[in-house]
């Protein structure tokens, strides 16, 4: 298996291999594994703009290293603020950051759109918890198949930390449904750890019975297979 991701804006290609002796990632044609630099110590990475000067295209603000010390870091779409889901899991995730020693809270952020944020996730696994999360919707949308599969590869291949999973079951992404390849019913989490992630899972899991109006629970296609 093959996934593949290439960033225009510096030029950067990622491959990705699973099986026939070849397990790994290749940035450029070379060896490649998630990051283990501070923030600002990795190299240019998008955009143009060098690490730590990074644009949060909710509010405008530069993302610096003053900004993301201690705390957790939610990546989403431009979108999601505009969502109903957005104000129910604030607070969630404001104690989800205190309770894995995020003492400054939480910073959402929006870099640009699926593929960017897992790779970005990707190189700064090491660095700061951070997680990419898009909940299950009864609408479609929510992604299709081609905005998350080369990344799902790019994580499977790393062998760890980050993690990839559908948000509704907690299972690894199903990304060959029949009947549609949109990824709404499933959601997306990806995560810098194992351990992040099923947190992220639980607190969903308690927002669904909560708010299940505003999280409703969305069964997968009856020929889809986890």
């Not at 909710?58 to 989403?76: A, F, I, M, N, Y």
């Not at 020693?101 to 996730?121: E, I, K, Q, R, S």
């Amino acid at each position: 298996r093959i996934g593949v991701v290439y960033d225009p804006c510096t030029s950067t290609l990622y491959e990705a291999f699973r099986g026939g002796g070849s397990d790994g990632i290749l940035r450029n044609g070379k060896p490649w594994k998630p990051s283990t630099a501070p923030w600002i110590e990795d190299t240019t990475m998008g955009y143009g703009e060098a690490v730590g000067t990074e644009t949060n295209q909710h509010d405008g603000s530069k993302v610096t290293q003053d900004e993301v010390t201690g705390k957790l870091v939610v990546l989403c779409d431009r979108s999601f603020y505009e969502q109903a889901v957005y104000k129910p899991c604030k607070e969630p995730l404001e104690q989800l950051a205190k309770k894995i020693g995020c003492t400054n809270g939480v910073l959402f952020m929006c870099l640009g759109g699926g593929v960017w944020h897992a790779c970005y996730m990707l190189r700064k696994c090491s660095s700061t918890p951070m997680c990419y999360i898009k909940f299950p919707k009864k609408v479609d949308g929510g992604g299709s198949i081609w905005d998350f599969a080369a990344t799902a590869m790019l994580v499977e291949a790393a062998g760890g930390p980050c993690v990839a999973r559908n948000m509704s079951h907690g299972a690894p992404l199903h990304l060959n449904q029949a009947g549609s390849s949109y990824m709404n019913a499933q959601g997306i989490l990806y995560a810098t750890s194992e351990g992040l992630a099923d947190e992220v899972q639980a607190m969903y899991e308690t927002l669904k019975v909560g708010y299940p109006e505003i999280y409703p629970t969305v069964p997968l296609a009856a020929d889809s297979k986890l």
